[in-house]
């Protein structure tokens, strides 16, 4: 793969799928207390409902953090995703096996749209903004996490190589700017060991 240049999709789909038997998903004591503080930081109106997409879910790690929502758990790995069921919890109204870029559901449905240490792996990561804009309900938010920092992140893809070598967490700067272009507010934006922009959408 030449520098820059990304791997088509189907090759990380495949990356992940065999990724998901070995995709260790035990967080530290730190990473939780991240977590909690991050996704209870900016609350929803209550009249946005409890509806909450968890975008490349992976094996489900971030189920238990929304034990009192209702959870659309998404991922384009089928491996990903069955390990993800076999984790379970009640409170998981839905699994989809689906591309970010293409979001089956209709406009305005969910109150809040997550996606932890996904975003490098989007090849068109303004396509998933515009189609979480388009799922999410105005007032809604949408946070972007990582559990480390951008070049931890893209230091840990490159030395993968492969199907991720060239998976890249854009900078603080870009990213902020390409989620204002999405039409976003940004409302936190934590970069120091770990990553977390927080944004809303306009009212209507
Ligand atoms: C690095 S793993 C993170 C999994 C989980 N969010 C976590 O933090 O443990 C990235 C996940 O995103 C999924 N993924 C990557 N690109 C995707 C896409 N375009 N659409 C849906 N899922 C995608 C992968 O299959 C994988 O499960």
Partial sequence: MRPGQSAPRTQRRQYFDHLAKDWIDELSEEDEFFLNTMLHLIETPPELGKRVLDIGCGTGVLFPFFEEWDMVALDFSSEMLSRARKRGARHIVEYVHADAHRLPFLGDSFARVVMMSVFPHFDDPSAV?????????????TALIHLKDIKTVNDIHAKIGGAVGNDQLPEIDDLKSIMHSAGFEVCHAEFENRVALICRKPAA
């Fill in 129 to 141: 903004l515009q189609e979480i804009y388009r799922v999410l309900r105005p007032k809604g938010i």
